[in-house]
């Protein structure tokens, strides 16, 4: 049974700084992991990918202030995010694929797998 486990979430200031991470398990291989948000009442949404080469890609609105990595060895995949704005409040989730080549890392329907997710709440 594959799980993901996200963790690191909490509340911060306006510009402070998170890392959250996520741990896979059950499972041998991924080609895109990704993290998204959600607001209640709104889609998710797509922030971060990294696929297994280790190409990232970032929603513009992260873009400069969001880094995602992966430790494959480790099944780990991170996400650090620094100068966090209100606007960045919502849950966070970790997805990876079945490690099918070819699929959008970006798209949610690529993902097979989510975790529970992580809140992240950011005061002004």
């Known amino acids: 049974q594959v799980q993901l486990v996200e963790a690191g979430g909490g509340s911060v200031q306006a510009g402070g700084s998170l890392t959250l991470s996520c741990e896979v398990s059950?499972?041998?291989?991924?080609?895109?992991m990704g993290w998204f948000r959600q607001v209640a009442g709104k889609e998710r949404e797509w922030v971060a990918a990294v696929n297994d080469g280790g190409s990232t890609n970032y929603a513009s609105f992260v873009k400069g202030r969001f880094t995602i990595s992966r430790d494959n060895a480790n099944n780990m995949v991170y996400l650090q995010m620094n100068n966090l704005q209100p606007e960045d409040t919502g849950m966070y989730y970790c997805?990876?694929?079945?490690?099918?080549?070819?699929?959008?890392?970006?798209?949610?329907?690529?993902?097979?797998?989510w975790g529970q997710g992580t809140q992240v709440t950011v005061s002004s």
């Open positions: 997805a990876a694929d079945r490690g099918w080549y070819g699929n959008n890392c970006a798209a949610v329907a690529t993902y097979n797998y």
């Open positions: 059950g499972y041998t291989y991924s080609v895109c």
